[in-house]
């Protein structure tokens, strides 16, 4: 043995077995001995044990140098089994990079335990979303490691083999803890790790020797973890042989066994392929619906077991919530059954027993409490997505306190995802209009979730910050690239700014988003108080995002800023934004940023002919309706490697586009007369909306129908041409004025009369010679109500103004034309969507 206090000289040595012992000496010195740990890492010995690991010589085999560096290795674990204050110090981009580079079937078996027991400890400790992007093989490496010992266990079942395997699994979701990390695991962890589970199941069958349960609910945890649509298609087409031993796992006697079952079917049931979707939530197939009902009592009494085993559910696993909010955010009947069970009050006892013991008030969470308040309320987040009775039982039982208090809670690593979680939950009570007029006025949301989305300007800074689109001297460039078919991540292109932005704070950002979008309604009265915070250059600066989360729910936040006839709003969030920016989200890459930007046209434009103007002036008539060409026109583009259950996901999102388009025209034509000419001339629009007038969208449909509505309306005789000038002429007659102008006025005011009229008839013609006359006999029939009564309205005014045949009586019960709108046609209505899915 080597002294203690020589140990580190001996760790430098060239003699492989004097550096030998002081590593065993030293592993023996600091087993049990926080105070040692932390007297040896303040002299620098982990530098000397990664050192020592990487002395590595290729092609040459040396059982001495492998030994020390298994026995750094071995002691590296030992470091990181310690108080989370000495583990946090072994957390460096040293240490990473050294236990990623060996991860390889070529590291000797032990240094490679040792590396995965010590890497699932730190990342256990504080998750590291960026390591996949750090180390671009880690992925590769894993999977080949995941195959390489699969193989091994189901030969020889070795028990170091099976710790290693084990080991691997319970990394996979450690390195991608966020969706998007996970999603660049798929690729290659998603057919070995389902090898691994179909293999734990047969080897079972065939052989009679039961699969180490911990080693097979590890990788039904991690292949749950990065499984994706097209992998659970892959799983469903396997039939009963894959999905009947995981349903009997559900009655498997141990926790971890059952919850890991539970955890992939459900991510096999989010998988399904949804065959409705309406205010009341997710309609899906009938077996997958089948198999959901079947997740939920074993949830629920998996939940009800930490809540029985003492403290009332704060030892609770949180992935028993995680999966529950998975299942219940589908709504429907899978949610009725989880609230019948009373799941929101044991979640709520939860949320209340484990935030005291958090000291909201001095600004801090226990670590130890993050990911179960976060799991909690994410699932009340789910609960109420759907249902306003729900919403109401979820204030009631007292969770918004706790929700506020989080949001006001300082920023810690711990805290990130209960915040998160908060933003859902705020979100879901914020889509109950009474909860938005009533409790959640008084609640103190506003601070927190301004504080979320970042540093607000001062007021010096905020004029500074105004007109930034709206004078520069060159318009933004637009992006030209095609759109894509799937939801990506898109970077902006000449938007720099997210470069040195953590994933974190961003997606912190886009959740704090999601719920501003439906407290900014113009019915809020939570909207003045956010404005007034001075938000809109976060929103804006998050509308150029290079991260699409935040990018579409900053654009979906800017549309309802600009919903209703609230002049002085939309006029300041136009001094932000301006046009430059919102046609470049009009041709964003991501499909959805293009529905809210449209959208965003559509409310801006509802009721104002000052905006149609200003439209049409900083961006052209021409580019105007070039732009809305090209929405109408749009079609699913499937790429290669696109499946048909992808390329269903992202049709109604295609769809939304051309309502959004499609209404953005209405708008215009529901502006002066001006404004409907413009429509009338540009003769390529005009017939998309013909052709489109039987699209499988009644929404499509009903949109042109009010197209053709608001081009042939007549104006009331209060505001048809030609009144001034007849009011001009009665005030002269009456004040006895010169009789030799009266003829010249008489004269212009039949003049004009008869060029309005001659104009409407016109427009009408030009419908009619576009077919969009026969198109409206077609849509008499139609089975929705709502598009065969506007029907009626476009067939009337087409044929009072000649563009088809006389009115028989049977004909003449339509609206009430009269009883339109002051400003003189209908206008269609504005896009708001508060109970719809935002992206978080």
């Known amino acids: 043995m080597i002294a203690e206090d020589d140990l580190l000289p001996y760790l430098r040595s060239d003699d492989r077995r004097i550096q030998l012992r002081a590593l065993r000496s030293l592993k023996n010195s600091i087993i049990g001995h926080s105070e040692q740990k932390a007297a040896y890492l303040d002299r620098g010995v982990l530098y000397e044990l990664l050192g020592i690991i990487n002395t590595q010589e290729d092609g040459v085999k040396d059982p001495m140098s492998d030994e020390c560096r298994i ?81 091994a266990c189901f030969e020889n079942y070795a028990r170091q083999d099976v710790q290693s395997l084990t080991k691997l699994c319970t990394l996979v979701p450690l390195i991608s803890p966020s969706h998007s990390s996970a999603q660049s695991l798929s690729s290659e962890l998603t057919s070995p790790l389902i090898e691994l589970v179909y293999g734990s199941f047969k080897n079972s069958q065939t052989s009679g020797v039961v699969f180490d349960s911990k080693l097979q609910s590890t990788a039904i945890l991690a292949l749950a973890h990065v499984l994706t649509p097209t992998a659970a298609r892959q799983i469903a087409a396997a039939g009963p042989k894959f999905t009947n031993p995981l349903l009997a796992l559900l009655r498997a006697p141990d926790t971890t066994t059952r919850l890991s079952a539970a955890s992939l079917l459900t991510a096999l049931y989010t998988s399904g392929k949804p065959e409705l979707t309406s205010s009341s939530g997710v309609t899906r197939a009938p077996q997958i619906t089948t198999l959901a009902m079947t997740l939920v009592p074993t949830l629920m009494k998996l939940l009800d077991d930490a809540i029985a085993a003492g403290d009332h559910g704060r030892n609770c696993d949180p992935r028993i919530l995680h999966t529950l909010a998975i299942v219940c955010r589908e709504g429907g009947d899978v949610t009725d059954r989880c609230v019948e069970a009373g799941l929101i009050k044991k979640i709520v006892s939860i949320v209340v027993q484990v935030a005291p013991n958090n000291h909201f008030a001095s600004g801090r ?368 007659i009456s004040a006895g004025g010169p009789s030799s102008d009266q003829s010249q006025l008489e004269q212009s005011i039949s003049s004009s009369a008869e060029i309005y009229s001659s104009d409407c008839r016109r427009r009408a013609m030009t419908l009619v010679r576009f077919g969009a006359r026969e198109q409206l006999e077609y849509l008499k029939q139609d089975p929705v109500l709502d598009v065969r009564e506007k029907t009626k309205t476009a067939i009337y005014q087409i044929d009072s103004l000649g563009g088809g045949p006389s009115l028989g009586a049977e004909d003449q019960h339509v609206e009430n034309i009269g009883s339109v709108p002051s400003h003189g046609v209908e206008v269609a209505g504005s896009a708001m969507e508060i109970d719809s899915e935002l992206h978080a």
């Open 365 to 732: 969470i226990l670590e130890r409490d993050g990911k179960l308040l976060s799991g909690s309320l994410l699932c009340l987040s789910a609960l109420g997505l759907y249902n306003e009775d729900y919403r109401k039982a979820i204030i009631e039982a007292g969770a918004l306190g706790a929700v506020v208090a989080v949001m006001n809670t300082a920023n810690t690593p711990a805290v990130r995802e209960v915040k998160i979680a908060a933003c859902h939950v705020l979100r879901t009570l914020s889509r109950s209009v009474r909860l938005l007029r009533t409790t959640m006025v008084e609640s103190g949301v506003v601070c927190g979730i301004v504080d979320l989305l970042g540093d607000v300007p001062s007021e010096e800074e905020r004029p500074l910050l105004e007109n930034v689109d709206t004078v520069a001297s060159e318009p933004e460039p637009m992006d030209d690239e095609p759109v894509q078919t799937t939801v990506t991540e898109v970077p902006a292109e000449e938007d720099d700014e997210d470069e040195g932005d953590e994933e974190e704070d961003l997606e912190v950002r886009t959740a704090a988003m999601a719920a501003v979008c439906n407290l900014v309604l113009d019915f809020s009265p939570l909207r003045k108080s956010i404005l007034d915070k001075g938000i809109l250059p976060l929103v804006v600066s998050g509308a150029r995002s290079r991260y699409t989360p935040l990018r579409l729910n900053s654009t979906w936040a800017l549309k309802h800023m600009v919903f209703g006839d609230d002049m002085d709003t939309k006029d300041s969030v136009m001094s932000h934004v301006g046009f430059p920016l919102i046609m470049k989200l009009c041709e964003d890459k991501e499909i959805q940023v293009q529905e809210q930007a449209l959208d965003f046209l559509r409310n801006l434009t509802a009721r104002s002919e000052k905006y149609i103007d200003m439209l049409f002036d900083n961006v052209g008539v021409d580019e105007v309706f070039k732009l809305v060409d090209r929405k109408l026109s749009l079609r699913v583009v499937p790429a290669v490697d696109d499946s048909e259950q992808e390329l269903l996901s992202t049709q109604p999102y295609y769809t939304k586009v051309i309502i959004a388009a499609a209404y953005v025209i209405v708008h215009i034509a529901a502006g002066d007369d001006r404004h409907r000419e413009a429509v009338i001339r540009n003769e390529t629009v005009l017939r998309k909306i013909v052709q489109l007038m039987r699209h499988e969208n009644y929404e499509v449909r009903l949109a042109c129908v009010w197209t053709i509505i608001n081009l042939t309306w007549v104006e009331e005789p209060s505001r048809a041409p030609g009144e001034a000038a007849a009011a001009q002429l009665a005030g002269q």
């Open 71 to 151: 026995q750094a290795g071995v002691v590296l674990s030992s470091f990181a089994y310690s108080d989370p204050e000495i583990s946090s110090r072994l957390l460096t981009p040293a240490t990473l990079s050294t236990l990623v580079t060996t991860l390889t079937q070529y590291s000797p078996p032990a240094l490679l335990l040792a590396s995965l027991r010590t890497l699932t400890t730190l990342l256990t400790l504080r998750p590291t979303p960026s390591l996949v992007n750090q180390f671009p093989g880690l992925a590769t490496s894993m999977s080949e490691l995941i195959s390489h010992y699969s193989t």
